[in-house]
């Protein structure tokens, strides 16, 4: 039996070493959608016994596609609510752990993952209006996503499913440009949030205010939070992929200005100390979904079939 500390699933010492075997591909999207999708993510996993796991903090929006699940994924409140996890979900940016998920079983994912101001350009919808939540895709944006959903099921593997959410993307593709705040959370995204934002804001040629507003309205939460958040997962990363690491080591790869400090950014968004919050998310380590590592090997480059960009 599980038990909790500080709010956080903690697995006993026999079972805390014990992970599932788990798939995780990651695939790039078509050439034209490159600058709204960070990636396609399919992810497999055979959970062999009731779990519950801490929906983890994150500054960016997506789209989750549930393929296959013995049992529906549910979400516990930290309020104490429970809730039915959408088949198709999209999630905004989540600024602290606003549940946990529960699921038995074999589960099967396809994610799209939306850089910067993708969303926003793909869909029109301000992602502030999705922040802190996981919200019915068909409510959001339209029943069409629930075919989408049929052919992600029907795909006979990881490219082809990949396949399918271009055509669908593309399809919402327009030649609107690119707003300076794209430029900025980009800058933010590959120094995992500890690019210098009055020298962004500066090079951007807007105002505080302006950069405010457009990131509320385009990013969904304010640019100091969203590097906080980036910073925050770009730790748990560097301890989730290197144990040996000692929590000070990491404090300062990551850009902390000292261990406490790092501590105090897990407390108040995982309402967890650092080692709690890894352990509670080793349940099941692939549904993470974390960035790619500097200087890692790229994403899988896949033949493009249905599009000529």
């Known amino acids: 039996m599980t038990h909790r500390s500080r709010g956080i699933v903690k697995l006993p010492a026999e079972r805390s070493g014990s992970v599932p075997a788990a798939e995780c591909a990651g695939l790039r999207p078509a050439i034209r959608l490159r600058h709204h999708v960070e990636r396609y993510v399919c992810v497999e996993t055979p959970i062999s016994r009731h779990i519950v796991k801490p929906l983890s903090p994150r500054p960016d929006t997506g789209i989750s596609f549930n393929l296959d699940c013995r049992d529906r994924l549910s979400l516990e409140y930290t309020c104490g609510r429970l809730a039915t996890h959408p088949t198709v979900a999209v999630f905004g940016p989540l600024s602290h752990r606003i549940a946990d998920i529960r699921c038995t079983g074999h589960y099967r994912a396809f994610i799209i993952l939306f850089r910067g101001t993708g969303y926003y350009r793909l869909f029109g919808i301000p992602p502030a209006e999705l922040a802190d939540r996981v919200s019915d895709a068909c409510d959001v944006i339209g029943r069409a996503v629930s075919v989408v959903h049929e052919q992600l099921c029907a795909a006979k593997d990881a490219a082809a499913m990949a396949e399918i959410a271009d055509r669908y993307l593309l399809s919402r593709l327009t030649g609107d440009e690119f707003h300076p705040v794209h430029g900025m959370v980009e800058c933010l995204d590959s120094s995992h949030g500890s690019a210098n934002l009055c020298q962004l804001a500066e090079r951007s040629g807007l105002s505080v205010r302006q950069i405010e507003r457009k990131f509320l309205e385009q990013v969904g939460i304010a640019p100091k939070l969203y590097a906080r958040l ?78 000529g960009g």
């Open 230 to 307: 980036a910073r925050f997962r770009n730790a748990a990363r560097l301890k989730a992929q290197d144990r040996a690491l000692s929590w000070t080591d990491v404090s300062q790869a990551a850009g902390f200005y000292d261990h406490n400090h790092l501590v105090k950014d897990f407390r108040e968004f995982v309402g967890a100390t650092p080692s709690d919050y890894l352990r509670s998310i080793s349940i099941a380590p692939a549904t993470e979904l974390w960035p790619a590592q500097a200087g890692e090997p790229n994403l899988p480059i896949r033949r493009e079939q249905f599009v």
